[in-house]
């Protein structure tokens, strides 16, 4: 009975048994394990080239004529005049993280204000070929300004300006340009008003650019755009529609203007005539007035110097001057007869013939 408990127990337990190869499964897990090993060192190597990459990517160049900010999450990076990177190669964190602002501060900027022009394209402008109007103005195509006297016309003008500000400029606005057009808009729509067609097309255009001019500086300096205006041209036109009869207008104040010109030809040519005559006549009279004073004096003169002998002497002075006087007109008489002085005084008769024949010719004459 023993001898089958111990066959029992000795059934019961496990046999020595040889080692069996391993499953296929191991050496697939086995080869899974490498391969992810290989790909987890790429996506390592991969991920460290992406991160050189991506703080590499952070270098940037400011140009000499530029200025740089760095935002960090949309605030600047420093304070004042230290936030501003000068010329050169600079590092900042990538995108999103940071934002570079460029600004060109010595460079010329312009903006371009057509709110009162008619629609057109640059193509169009640069080949010459515009639209051809239509019978009215388009509404919300075609642009216009009203005038001080309620007329139509189209205006455009181009602002060139340079920063001077650039943190203001960079930091204080959305989109500092679009204020300067703004301000451009508004200046060509308030100085249109304040000026009549006429002024602003033929009289005086000069003055109607330099009032939008200095509107958009009054804007600028109230707005702080922190730049500086350099230079405003301006354009205008005719509403296309009516050029016929502006054409019209232009040859009658060209007419008016040749008319006025000749008028004030002929008036400068009669008035320097006038005034040449003038001179001439003013001229004259001063030289003859000169003469007659010159005469007087000298008549003045000479009689100053006779009255000492008409004082020593009065009846001798006046017969000499009246023998004198005498001599001169009878000088060319063919009868002269000299009568004496009586001795007391008395006035001496003469008693003349004058009624003698006259003489006859000479023979040369008779002769002939």
Request: with cysteine.
């Amino acid at each position: 009975m023993s001898d089958e408990h111990d066959h029992h127990d000795h059934a019961h337990e496990p046999r020595a048994t040889a080692p069996t190869p391993a499953a296929p499964e191991d050496a697939g897990s086995q080869a899974l394990a490498e391969a992810l090993r290989s790909s987890f060192a790429i996506v390592k190597f991969v991920m460290v080239v992406l991160v050189v990459i991506f703080f590499g990517s952070g270098f940037f160049q400011v140009g000499p004529q530029e200025k740089a900010i760095i935002l960090r999450f949309g605030k600047p990076v420093g304070q004042g005049a230290q936030a501003l990177l000068g010329p050169g190669l600079h590092w900042s964190f990538p995108y999103p993280i940071d934002e570079v602002v460029k600004i060109p501060i010595t460079e010329i900027q312009k903006v371009t204000s057509t709110i009162g022009w008619y629609a057109v394209t640059p193509e169009q402008e640069l080949s010459g070929n515009l639209p051809p109007p239509g019978p009215s103005l388009t509404p919300g195509v075609d642009g216009y300004v009203i005038t001080a006297d309620r007329n139509i016309l189209h205006v455009r003008a181009t602002l060139y300006y340079q920063v001077d500000n650039p943190i203001r400029y960079a930091l204080e606005f959305v989109s500092a340009s679009n204020t300067v057009q703004n301000a451009l808009d508004n200046a060509l729509l308030e100085t249109a008003a304040h000026f009549k067609v006429d002024d602003i097309l033929y009289y005086d255009f000069a003055a109607f650019k330099d009032a939008v001019e200095l509107r958009v500086g009054t804007l600028a300096d109230a707005e702080r755009l922190g730049i500086t205006i350099k230079q405003c041209t301006v354009d205008k036109t005719p509403p296309r529609q009516l050029a016929d009869i502006f054409a019209r207008v232009t040859e009658a104040r060209q007419n008016q203007t040749r008319v006025l010109d000749e008028a004030h030809s002929y008036e400068n040519g009669a008035t320097n005539s006038a005034a040449a005559q003038a001179d001439a006549i003013l001229n004259e009279a001063i030289y003859a007035r000169s003469n007659y004073v010159a005469a007087v004096q000298a008549d003045a003169r000479a009689f100053s110097a006779l009255l000492p002998n008409y004082r020593i002497n009065p009846g001798l002075f006046e017969q000499q001057e009246l023998v004198q006087t005498l001599g001169a007109a009878l000088t060319n008489v063919n009868f002269k007869a000299y009568l004496p002085t009586s001795a007391n005084g008395e006035p001496v008769e003469l008693r003349l013939m004058l009624n003698r024949e006259p003489p006859g010719p000479k023979n040369g004459a008779a002769g002939e």
